[in-house]
């Protein structure tokens, strides 16, 4: 089992999609992601996050204040602002102008640490930006959504802080008191390095279980809706990292906090986007869920070549 995991992890982008293309042939084998069952789930990823704190990424926190702030500013304005554009530029209809606004409303994803930790980035400043855009993801997640997409579709703001609260907030706390107290136990180490892989396979039944919510759908729209749906995203999340870059480097940091602020801020937590809009739009605005359900497996694409990219640049 600890071997599959490992391997799980390391080739997370190969499982999600393969859960996806399953899911589009034989969709009932996902039914049952959906609901309480894709909360739960979602905690279950967020509470690996908190496995892998230690009370030292919280005193980054405190020691690198003016760091943490640009990068996690520069997130929360650079991807929500970058989807509202993108989204009227190609004159998205309502329900995927929200599922884009969605992914770039919400915080960092958990893969990004793994990823700055492949490129020799800074991971400190990783998980710290991570850690930060995290705790605010509960107030400020739930009002840029109402800011940019308020006025077209009806946004339920407090809902969403609830939801968020349950599923990243307290998740992320009780992974942390757990690794705070039990992580100096040898035992619980291993346990520790399966994480990643776990989380990995949540990820994935997730995009399963959002495909087969959007399966009659996407057949009945058409396979020009996908292609849109993914130019989009493909757009969003490239600009994301290139102006992530260029937020880098305007502030002077080293190579290292340059890919580091690139990586989190184009890559986001695709699977909050998911459950929040299963959880709020699902009955409305169905097509919400693709643009969430794409992200969740390109992010984890493009998040491995940009960090291979980098990685073979030092290598030449």
Known sequence: ??????????????????????????????????????TVILGIIMLTMGLTLTIADFRILASRPLDIFIGTCSQFSIMPLVAYAVSHIFQLNDALMLGIVLVGCCPGGVSSNIMSFLCKGDV???????????????????????????QTVEVDAWGMFANILIVTIIPVALGFLINH????????????????????????????????????VLLSNGFWLFVL????????????????????????????????????????????????????FLATYPLALVPCAISCAWHSISGTLLATWFAKRDAK
């Open 181 to 216: 107290y039990c992580g100096a136990h040898t035992s619980f180490a291993p346990i520790r390095q399966l994480m990643p892989g776990v989380s990995v396979v949540c990820l994935a039944c997730i995009v399963g279980g959002v495909v087969c919510s959007v399966h009659d």
């Open 229 to 280: 749906t993914f130019v989009v995203v493909l757009i969003h999340n490239s600009l994301g990292y290139l102006l992530g870059y260029v937020v880098g480097t305007l502030c002077k940091f080293s190579t290292p906090k340059r890919r580091t602020v690139s990586i989190e801020i184009g890559m986001q937590n695709a699977g909050l986007a998911t459950n929040l809009a299963s959880n709020f």
């Open 1 to 38: 089992m600890k071997h599959i995991l490992l391997h799980i992890a390391q080739h997370a982008s190969v499982y999600v999609i393969g859960a996806a293309v399953v899911a589009m042939f034989v969709p009932q084998l996902f039914a049952w992601v959906s609901g309480l069952t894709q």
């Open 124 to 150: 400190a400043f990783s998980v710290g930006m991570t850690t930060a855009s995290t705790i605010l993801a509960p107030i400020v997640t739930p009002f840029l959504v109402l800011t940019l997409a308020g």
